[in-house]
């Protein structure tokens, strides 16, 4: 028994249960057992090779030890670029802060926007960090639920939103649900966040990953005055495969990233060296390396969507971004598996079925908000995809 007493704000604190998931899965795996891996938040890709080739220079160049509090020079110029064509805004470096990998990047940005008791509001389905990060902040954390296609209305967010609305935290492309937010729906939630001077939190950390015709639209490039009330996070984790480099990039007025850098110099010192350095490379090289990728997930994209639209009673919007599918099982709730005797009340609980009956895992819908749905990455290759989509069309079959 230990005596230490915990902090209130930690101890309330959950542990990530993606990543909860991804580490049972590798115990799993770990036993010999095999496993079809659906629940992957990171590319099944390598990172471009000049990156690497980049790391192992500067390692051999002994750059490995501190560097600028706010990152590189270098690399926050070529962020400042990827803000540039990302966005269609113009950036200069010093509007770009270079942040270990873009979840600490968005904890800061809330840290140093959000006053105790300051409302954060955020569109549910979303990704698992947000609530704990903005309660971590001080703040509270106020989902607003979307509409079938995964969107929410601005009436919705307007009537979610009291006199201590702060902040307005968007992902588009978004993790977990593949949803793109058209620009006209941007247009209107720009005006009303100007309107209540309510600051944009802007998470386009999947802008390159969009398929099927879907064009990624900046939420913070809708209307002119709203970049001056907003913070744009992007990151090298997703689009160049580097998850484990831990690099991000928040973007935002001049005083105030210059403020966050003040933040990130007493928490972190300065991002990781070698990783700044392998960054700079894959931005200014790296862009063939991407599109493969990305050409890779557009027809995943399309077999998944495909074959879930094919299983009665499963609800699925084609994704349009990101590497992952979001499927409702509302249909199938109450009903119980005629082969082992489980009941399904739920995503989880389906998850838990198919991981235990078929040994397929993904991640159940509670983690992102929305109950009677699960997530599927696509971040895998087409076999296990096609293996794990037919073991889930025949287990649903057996739901009665
Ligand atoms: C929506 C979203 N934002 C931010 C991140 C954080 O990315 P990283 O910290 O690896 O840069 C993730 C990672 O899963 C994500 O899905």
């Known amino acids: 028994m230990t005596s230490l007493q915990l902090s209130a704000r930690v101890a309330a604190l959950q542990p990530s249960a993606t990543l909860a998931m991804v580490a049972r899965v ?12 659906l629940t992957a938040g990171e590319p099944d890709f390598g990172p471009p090779a000049c990156a690497e080739a980049a790391a192992k220079e500067a390692i051999d160049a002994n750059l490995g030890r501190y560097t600028a509090a706010a990152g590189l020079a270098d690399l926050r110029e070529a962020a400042a670029d990827l803000a ?34 300051d409302e954060v509001l ?25 509409g079938e296609n995964h969107l929410p209305k601005v009436d919705d967010l307007a009537a979610a939103a009291s006199s201590r609305a702060k902040v307005l935290l968007i992902n588009t492309p978004c993790n977990p649900t593949g949803a793109v937010y058209p620009r006209e729906l941007l247009e209107e939630i720009g005006a009303w966040a100007l309107e209540k001077r309510v600051a944009l939190i802007s998470d386009e950390i999947y802008a390159a990953m969009t398929y099927g015709g879907a064009k990624h639209v900046s939420p913070i490039a809708v209307l002119p005055e709203l970049r ?22 928040l973007g935002g007025p001049a005083p105030i990233i210059s403020k966050i850098g003040a933040l990130q110099s007493q928490l972190a010192s300065s991002p990781p060296a070698i990783s700044q350095h392998a960054s700079i490379a894959a931005l200014r090289g790296g862009a063939e390396d991407c599109l493969r990728m990305r050409e890779a997930f ?59 009956a078929d040994r397929i895992a993904l991640i159940g819908g509670s983690a992102f ?32």
């Open 26 to 37: 590798k115990e799993l795996q770990a036993d010999g057992v095999e496993v079809l891996d």
């Open 84 to 117: 540039t064509e990302t966005t269609g805004l113009e950036w200069s470096s010093s509007q770009l802060l270079v942040t270990t990998g873009a979840k600490l990047g968005i904890c800061q940005a809330l840290m140093a926007l959000v006053e105790e008791g």
């Open 298 to 356: 557009e027809k995943r994209c399309v077999l998944v969507s495909d074959a879930l639209s094919e299983m009665p009673g499963v609800e699925c919007p084609r994704p349009q971004g990101a590497f992952y599918a979001f499927p409702g099982f509302g249909s199938f709730l109450g009903k119980t598996d005629s082969e082992t005797g489980r009941p399904i009340h739920s995503g989880d609980d389906l998850a838990e079925l198919l991981l235990e």
């Open 369 to 400: 908000g929305k109950p009677d749905a699960v997530r599927i990455s696509f971040a895998t290759s087409e076999d296990v995809l096609k293996k794990a989509l037919g073991r889930l069309a025949a287990r649903l079959q057996k739901l009665s």
């Open 228 to 249: 001056e009330q907003a913070v744009w996070v992007g990151g090298m984790s997703k689009a160049f495969a580097m998850t484990g480099w831990r690099m991000g990039f």
């Open 122 to 146: 955020f569109p549910v389905p979303c990704w698992t960090s947000y609530p704990e990060m903005v309660q971590l902040a001080g703040g509270v954390p106020v989902p607003v639920q979307c």
